[in-house]
């Protein structure tokens, strides 16, 4: 046999590997709820920095107490309150689905991108991951003096248009490496959709365990494709942050 004199440990990453399709749909599917999860909490986020920093008391403290609240505890219990609230509300849901398929190398791959259990992933991500870069953009848009803004309304500026056009691009600018610290670590929150259904890499990975009992070398191969996908991130983003920073500041 080829194989015969493959050490143990290679031999059972090569047999988890042999579930190639799992694992790539998984990381599709990862990857949709990442990216989805973050432009959304994003736009979010930034939604809330302005009230927490331009607003007024009123609605500052809003989204301060959004802010503390979604910051103070746990994304898995996020993620489940959204989940059984509509079963404790009496709320029907119904079983509808958006799928993608597709052929690759022989092997049918079916991706779950919408439905009422993915929908409500991508919702409880958005929400915790807004409150998180929130104070990231926070702090970039104070760190821009009070001074410009003033005199943008001096020239005749409103304030909301001077804060479009003075503070924020100088503050997206800013931000690029602090808020790169959320950009990493969010692929690793999507692992919590494991507990109530959406076939995420995690999910996936215990799938492998339950048909080969490879549970080590099963998780050593869904460890690596994170470590990769979030180091090209990092990577991405630092190219990025060169790319458009401004000399000097």
């Known amino acids: ?43 979010l986020g930034l939604f809330l920095s302005i009230v927490r920093t331009y607003g007024n008391r009123f609605f500052s403290t809003i989204a301060t107490a959004y802010i503390d609240i979604m910051r103070g505890t746990p994304l898995i219990a996020q993620l489940l309150l959204i989940y059984f609230l509509p079963y404790s509300l009496n709320i029907p849901i119904s079983a509808w689905s958006f799928k993608a398929n597709f052929v690759m190398f022989d092997k049918n791959i079916t991706l779950i991108l919408l439905d009422h259990k993915t929908m409500i992933s991508i919702l409880a991500l958005s929400l915790n991951s807004g409150a998180y870069q929130a104070e990231y953009l926070r702090g970039s848009l104070m760190s821009v003096g009070s001074g410009q803004l003033l005199a943008a309304q001096s020239v ?58 490879l549970t080590l070398a099963t998780f050593i191969v869904i460890a690596i494709v994170f470590l990769i996908l979030i180091s090209i991130i990092s990577k991405g983003l630092d190219i990025l942050h060169e790319k458009t920073r401004i000399p000097g500041l």
């Open 1 to 43: 046999m080829i194989f015969q004199n493959i050490p143990e440990p290679i031999d059972e990453l090569i047999r988890v590997l042999g579930y190639w399709d799992y694992i790539f749909s998984g990381f599709l599917i990862t990857l949709w709820l990442y990216g989805c999860a973050l432009i959304l909490g994003f736009f």
């Open 156 to 213: 005749g500026m409103s304030r909301l248009a001077g804060i479009r056009h003075i503070v924020l691009p100088q503050a997206l600018r800013r931000v690029i490496p602090a808020w790169s610290n959320e950009a990493a670590y969010l692929p690793k929150y999507t692992v919590v959709v494991y507990f109530i259904g959406v076939s995420d890499l995690f999910s996936e990975g215990y799938y492998i365990v339950s048909r080969t009992f």
